[in-house]
DNA sequence: CGCCACTTTGAATTAGCTCAAATTCCGTGG
DNA sequence: CCACGGAATTTGAGCTAATTCAAAGTGGCG
C-alpha cells in the first residue's frame, strides 16, 4: 500500500479506437447486441435532444482538471480514461476506470469546479454537453433524466464496490477481481470480454487497487502460473481470460480460511 | 486489512437525538448558523414542495436493505446512518457515513433496487419521498434537482476521497483523517466540531478504514499520546479534539519521508 | 543499435495482522 | 446497592503479507 512511491501520470501508448469499440461477432451475437444497443439508446437520446459536442481524444489528453470550472458533463462514446483524485498534499489517486457509455464530470456539480482529473488512455472519442442545456432538455425528455440518474447511481454503487474490494481483498484477490470487473465491463458493453488490453502501467493498476507495482507483477505472475489468465504479447498487456468464472474461484479461494489439507 | 472476522452489524447504544442535531452556541455563531442555515433551506424546499414522510429511527433500524426495491429517497434530518455494502460471498463492507442534511438510497436508482444497507445508529430522524414525485416535484421547481444533483455530486466525490485515503495512508494517518473528515462534517452542519461522540466499534471504524479493531484502537491510543485527541469519558467514545489542523499535522507527519534526525 | 521506461524476480524489512490475555464498561437482576 | 456476565477495548508478542530495495531482463522507439 501507500501510492505515493510511483507516480501514475505518465501517458501510455496510442492504440487504435478501433479496438475498444469493435463489437464481438462471435456465436452469442443477440446478448451483446443488446448491450451494445443500450449505450447506443442512451447516445441517440442525448444526441437528439441536444447540441453535443464531438471531439476525438488521445492517449494523454485531459478531458477535465481538478480546480477547473465546472460547465460540461462528458460522455464516452469510445475509448478508455482514467479519473485521478489529487489531494492538498501531492498524494495522487486512480479511483476510476471509465468506458464507453460512461459519464464523467459528475464530481463538478457540487461545488462549480471538477474534483479530480479526467484523462484519456488511448484514442476515444468524448461527447460533451453543457450542464445547463442538458437541465433544460431532461425538462423536455424526462426520459433523459433517468438516463443521468441511472449513470450517477452507478457512479455511486461502483465507487463503493471499489472501496470494499480494496478493503477487504488480499491483494492477490484484488487484482483478480479487477481484471473480473473489467471483463465484465466489457461484456455489458458488448465487446469481447476474454480479452483485455491493459492500456495501464503496472504502477497505475497497483495505484488504484492500492498496493505496489511489484505487488501487482507478482499477482499477475501467479495468475498466469494457475491458468487463470494467460498473455497473449511478449509485452505482457494483452490479458486473455479463458474463463471469467475462473476469475471469481482464484478471489474466493483467496479469502477461505486456509484450507487444512486432509 | 482484511475485515472478515469481526461482524460490524450490532446495533450500539440508543443516544437521544438532541445530542447530534443541536446548534452550537459558542463565539462564532454566524458562520455556524449560515451553515445549518443551509441544510434547513434544503430541508424546507423539498417540505414545500413534496408529501414527505417523516419517521423517527432507532439505533439498529434498518432504512433501506440492499436488494429491496427501490422507490424511495431518504433525507436526514438528525441522527447518524450508516451504509454497509454486502458481497455475494459474505464480505461486508461500511462504506458510508451519513449524517443531518445527507440522502439515502442513490445507489438504488440504477437497478431499481437498493444495492447496499442503510442502518441508523442512533436515534433520528428520516425524511422519506418517494423517487418518482421527487421527479416530478423537480420539474416544476427546477431548484430541487440541483440540490438533489448536488448531493449526489458530493456522494461521488466522498466516496473517491475514501477510496483515496484507504488506498495512500497509513493506518495511523487513516484513522487521524477519518476523526478529521468528521469533525470537518460536523462543522459543515453547524454542529460543534470539537467534540465527537463514536457511536461505532472499534471494530466498525476498522471495517469503515481496511484495518483490524486492534489497530483502530492502537492509532487512538496514539493521537492521546501525542494530545491530538483527549477522550472525555471513561468509554473512551467521546472525543475531545482541541486543535482540528493538528490531525491533519499529523496526517502529514505520518506519510512524511522518514525524518532523520540529526 | 542503443536508450529508456517498464516489468519481473529475489531478498530483506516492516506495517499491520492474528492470537492471547487482562481490563473496563455497562446493563441486568438479585 | 452491589454482584455478575457479556461485550468492547486495550495492550503485548509473534507472525505474515506486502512493502522496500536492488538487480536483471525485456520491449518499443528514435
Not at 492504440?15 to 443488446?34: G, L, Y
Not at 439508446?41 to 478531458?63: C, E, F, M, N, P
Not at 498534499?89 to 482529473?117: M, S
Amino acid at each position: 500500500m501507500l501510492n505515493t512511491a510511483t507516480p501514475i501520470t505518465a501517458p501510455t501508448l496510442v492504440r487504435a479506437m478501433a479496438a475498444n469499440a469493435a463489437p464481438v461477432s462471435t456465436v452469442d451475437t443477440t446478448a451483446h447486441e443488446r448491450a451494445s444497443q443500450h449505450v447506443a439508446d442512451t447516445l441517440k437520446l442525448l444526441s437528439d435532444q441536444l447540441a453535443l459536442q464531438r471531439r476525438v481524444a488521445h492517449a494523454g489528453d485531459v478531458i477535465y482538471q481538478a480546480g477547473e470550472r465546472f460547465s460540461h458533463l462528458y460522455i464516452l462514446n469510445a475509448g478508455f480514461f482514467k479519473i485521478v483524485n489529487l489531494s492538498p498534499d501531492g498524494r495522487e489517486q486512480l479511483v476510476g476506470l471509465k468506458f464507453r457509455g460512461d459519464w464523467l464530470g459528475f464530481d463538478g456539480i457540487a461545488n462549480g469546479q471538477y474534483a479530480c482529473d479526467a484523462v484519456a488512455m488511448d484514442t476515444g472519442e468524448i461527447w460533451s454537453v453543457r450542464y445547463d442545456a442538458l437541465l433544460a432538455a431532461c425538462a423536455v425528455r424526462p426520459q433523459l433524466l433517468q438516463v443521468l440518474h441511472a449513470a450517477m447511481s452507478r457512479e455511486i454503487a461502483r465507487d463503493r464496490d471499489s472501496l470494499m474490494s480494496v478493503c477487504t481483498l488480499p491483494a492477490d484477490a484484488r487484482v483478480a477481481d479487477f481484471l473480473r470487473y473489467w471483463a465484465e465491463s466489457l461484456a455489458k458493453r458488448g465487446l469481447r470480454a476474454d480479452q483485455i488490453t491493459l492500456r495501464m502501467t503496472r504502477a497505475e493498476i497497483g495505484n488504484y487497487l492500492g498496493m505496489t507495482l511489484e505487488t501487482v507483477s507478482r499477482a499477475l505472475s501467479k495468475l498466469v502460473r494457475e491458468e487463470v489468465i494467460v498473455f497473449l504479447d511478449k509485452g505482457r498487456r494483452e490479458v486473455h481470460i479463458p474463463d471469467v468464472g475462473a476469475l471469481s474461484v482464484f478471489v474466493q479461494r483467496c479469502i477461505a480460511p486456509a484450507v487444512t489439507l486432509q
